[in-house]
């Protein structure tokens, strides 16, 4: 009953007002783009007293950004396009006496200019802005013209008030869950591989086991958009000594995705020498057992690293590693069995090191 609850739109409200986080978020950034749009309107016709100020509450919606940074920026790629828009329509109208051609060269030429990408997605109100001038039989008037740069100055300028002064957003909690995810199932993942390593036959699991490779490389990524998400947040953020920054995450899930490269280097190798193929062979039993533990210590090691404040105990992961090298260095079962084991050894050695300087 509960569960059905949690899917209906009552209950993504209750999701939101009880537990921080995307729901949350959503809700006060759509309440504060409400605010923002009808405040600017007031402001436009009720203050200043401009004549239907469209562009005011429009700009202010899409000024309340994801971050208070891409509002500041948007804020200046919106002013642009739509100043550049004004200016093209009120040049060709002086210029070209037939409205249509004026139309046709307002929109080509304001849609071509507003394709730099230094106007990003605002680009395209270059041309937009000029067609509506024209189509509403605006653009030979100054004053109007003027009105239209004004109105939506002050709704960009008004969005990025509110988005700036109002619950500025923050993304800190992203960080703790992409970190949390991240350890595990990269941890699961070296689980997974010390049992396919101990088996004779390793082809029997190897499809789950290639498919944890790529929901592990998957939540990488995730983690790598959650850091550059919540440093972009902090970036003159009036909230950025709040709990909710996420800054005592910011080195455990740094040393996570350091972890990743070495860690996919040695599931591969495994998956390599898993296969047979000369001249990487699978290693003789006792190496591999050697192997295992070592990835099973791994696998802890990488939990802790997800904690905030853990200090990780190597010591047993570099006396499993000796281990595997001593194997390693006085092999007598044959240069491929060798070549395998130390594809292994090389990743491994690499994860150890990543883990000390973590």
Sequence with gaps: MNSRLDRTPIGWIARALRTPGRERRTLVQTAKATFAAVASWLLATQVIGLPQPFLAPYAAVFLVESTVYRSLYGWVQQVGAVATGVVLAALATLVIPEQTV???????????????????????????????????????????????????????????????????????????????????????????????????????????????????????????????????????????????????????LRALRGLWPPVEQLVNSVRTASQGREPFRYPWPQARDALAELLLEFATAIRSAGTPGTTLDLDRCRELLDQVEDHLVSSDRGVTATLGLGAMALPARRLLQQLDDG
């Design 102 to 252: 004026v139309l046709a060269v307002v929109l080509f030429a304001g849609l071509l200019i507003g394709s730099w990408y230094r106007f990003g997605s605002s680009g395209v109100w270059a041309g937009v802005t000029g067609m509506l001038l024209i189509t509403y039989g605006n653009a030979g008037n100054s004053e109007l013209l003027g009105d239209r740069l004004l109105e939506t100055a002050l709704g960009a300028a008004i969005g990025l008030a509110v988005n700036m002064l109002i619950v500025p957003p923050l993304y800190g909690e992203r960080l703790a869950v992409a970190g949390d995810r991240l350890a595990a199932k990269m941890a699961g993942l070296l689980e997974d591989t010390a049992e396919l390593v101990r088996t004779d036959e390793p082809e029997a699991e190897i499809e789950d086991w290639l498919r944890s490779i790529r929901d592990v490389r998957s939540m990488a990524r995730e983690a790598e958009e959650a850091d550059r998400m919540t440093r972009e947040g902090r970036f003159l953020n009036l909230r950025r000594r709040s709990r909710h920054t996420g800054l005592r995450h910011d080195r455990p």
